[in-house]
């Protein structure tokens, strides 16, 4: 982590804004738990209602992202990718990059990409949001992807 840079939104006012979340299966201990950072975020922001939907893994997250972008007004996708032997990491990554800036794009609808892409599980600890980590990516993409909707609406008034 790059540690500088950071814009430090703690939270915006999205009030009336409808988030989807959505959360991969590998890892569920620490996707769970930013699942839960995630929706704390969104409560601390104002929102009222959270739509969380789960899939097997995070080369899954982006068609569900797309179904979410449909009904809501943000969507935050959550994983834990760690690197192995070999090049599947890459394209796993690769992947799931792509998908949730294209959903992103084709469907108008901010995608916060909240998918740790680490080289172990001690980085991915480190992130998670747990008590001892350093990051807390669950809750900032949860905001960043809020910001986002809210610009949109902005840029969107008449």
Not at 123 to 142: I, P
């Amino acid at each position: 982590m790059a540690g500088f840079g950071d814009p430090h939104l703690e939270t915006v006012d999205a009030a009336g804004l409808r988030l989807g979340i959505v959360g991969s299966r590998w890892h569920h201990e620490l996707v769970d738990h930013m699942i839960e950072r995630a929706k704390a975020a969104a409560e601390a922001c104002g929102v009222q209602e959270v739509v969380v939907a789960r899939v097997a893994g995070s080369v899954e997250l982006p068609i569900v992202a797309q179904a979410l972008s449909r009904r809501c007004d943000a969507v935050v996708a959550l994983g834990v990718v760690i690197k192995g032997e070999t090049d599947h990491f890459k394209y796993v990554n690769d992947a799931v990059t792509s998908g949730l800036t294209r959903v992103s794009l084709d469907e108008e609808t901010p995608v916060g990409h909240g998918v740790l892409t680490v080289q172990s599980l001690g980085q991915a600890r480190d992130r998670a949001g747990l008590a001892d980590s350093v990051e807390d990516k669950g809750w900032q993409a949860t905001v960043a992807v809020l910001d986002a909707a809210l610009a949109i609406r902005e840029i969107a008034k008449p």
